[in-house]
Each structure stands twice: as structure tokens, then as C-alpha cells.
T-cell receptor
Framework: GAVVSQHPSRVICKSGTSVKIECRSL??????MFWYRQFPKQSLMLMAT?????????EQGVEKDKFLINHASLTLSTLTVTSAHPEDSSFYIC????????????FGQGTRLTVV | AQSVTQLDSQVPVFEEAPVELRCNYS??????LFWYVQYPNQGLQLLLK??????LVKGINGFEAEFNKSQTSFHLRKPSVHISDTAEYFC????????????FGQGTRLTINP
């Protein structure tokens, strides 16, 4: 299957700083990317859907000013956690989908964010 | 809107025994159904998917699932499990029109004991 690379895999940052997570589709063009958040031993919660060249669509309850999503090219989407706080510590996972009437979504390896 | 319920949060099984992980969904529109596996601190890997056609779907690693529309279920099965199957398993649904974003179940922790 296609490869989605997410970087970094782990990051520790100080409270109040911002952190950027990258999600790249390595061998296909991702017209749509999804960002999920996963708390320990829980399921994945969709945070937002981004389409290349347009603003992301955020799920209810997700602060768009805190979780900035940019999908500037067909192979790269970024999630920036601004002014991070300890409660933002979580596992963040991206997925990317190719063009077509329906194609499979491929997942990145995830990023473990710890805010201290 | 769609929702997914995985009825078992944890399933312990002995090695080489069969296993079934249960998944039920609800939706007012036609859906696509998926099973994913997640190993610790990793992303998700697709095991199998149902889009249309035959209701019995075969996936990787010897897993299969059966779509039952009348019971709105999509249970995952494997006839003989291995230690390496120990992982978290997620059932997911998306609508077959529109945004196709995935809605996940709560997950089932499959533990294989020797």
C-alpha cells in the first residue's frame, strides 16, 4: 500500500510553546488528509479534515485557533499545536487519501506529544 | 451520522484458538466498513474493508469479516491466532457518499496467551 510519513514520532515541549507535526504522502497525491487525536487506551477522534488548497474543516469542539492545519500541497499537511498545555499531550495520527470516487485512507505512524 | 460499537474492550485468547471481535454500526445511509490493527505507539494498518459485493471479506494476516446488513454487524474473525496478533483492533465506518471520513469504534484489545 501507499506510504504516509509522519514526523516527528515523538516530541516533548514546554508549556506555552508551539509544536508542528508534518504528514507527508510519499508515493501518491493526497487530496484529502485527516487529523486524529487518540487518548491512552481510547479510540481515534477526528479533529479535522483538510483538502489541498482550502481551509480545514474542524469537528465540533476542536479549537481551530489552537490546532492550526495547513494543507498547502498535495503531499504535505501540517498540524501546529499552538501555545501547548499539558492537556494537549496525546497521540496524534494523520491519514491521507488519494483522488478517485473512493480510495483507501493510509495512516501515518503517529506522533506522541508530551507537554511539560 | 454514523456510529460504531465494539462490544468487547478486551478479548484474551489462547494461541492457535479461534477468535471473533464484534462490531456493530448504525447509519441512515449506505456505508463502507473497515477493520484496522494498531500496534503500540504506531499508526493504523488496514486489515480488510467492505465496499460492496460479497459480504464475506478476506484480509491480511488470515483475518476475515462478514458484513450483515440486517444485523448491522461486521464481525472480525480468525480461525487460529498467533502471539503476533496481540494488538488493538478498531472497527470503522464511513458513508459511501460525501466526505468519507472514518468513524471509529472504541477498540478491542486482543491478547494472545501462550
Amino acid at each position: 500500500g501507499a506510504v504516509v510519513s509522519q514526523h516527528p514520532s515523538r516530541v516533548i515541549c514546554k508549556s506555552g510553546t508551539s509544536v508542528k507535526i508534518e504528514c507527508r504522502s510519499l508515493d501518491f497525491q493526497a487530496t484529502t488528509m485527516f487529523w486524529y487525536r487518540q487518548f491512552p487506551k481510547q479510540s481515534l477522534m477526528l479533529m479535522a479534515t483538510s483538502n489541498e488548497g482550502s481551509k480545514a474543516t474542524y469537528e465540533q469542539g476542536v479549537e481551530k485557533d489552537k490546532f492550526l492545519i495547513n494543507h498547502a500541497s498535495l503531499t504535505l499537511s501540517t498540524l501546529t499545536v499552538t501555545s501547548a498545555h499539558p492537556e494537549d499531550s496525546s497521540f496524534y495520527i494523520c491519514s491521507a487519501r488519494d483522488t478517485g470516487p473512493y480510495t483507501e485512507a493510509f495512516f501515518g505512524q503517529g506522533t506522541r506529544l508530551t507537554v511539560v | 451520522a454514523q456510529s460504531v460499537t465494539q462490544l468487547d474492550s478486551q478479548v484474551p485468547v489462547f494461541e492457535e484458538a479461534p477468535v471473533e471481535l464484534r462490531c456493530n454500526y448504525s447509519s441512515s445511509v449506505s456505508v463502507y466498513l473497515f477493520w484496522y490493527v494498531q500496534y503500540p505507539n504506531q499508526g493504523l494498518q488496514l486489515l480488510l474493508k467492505y465496499l460492496s459485493g460479497s459480504t464475506l471479506v478476506k484480509g491480511i494476516n488470515g483475518f476475515e469479516a462478514e458484513f450483515n446488513k440486517s444485523q448491522t454487524s461486521f464481525h472480525l474473525r480468525k480461525p487460529s491466532v498467533h502471539i503476533s496478533d496481540t494488538a488493538e483492533y478498531f472497527c470503522a465506518v464511513s458513508d459511501s457518499q460525501g466526505a468519507q471520513k472514518l468513524v471509529f469504534g472504541q477498540g478491542t484489545r486482543l491478547t494472545i496467551n501462550p
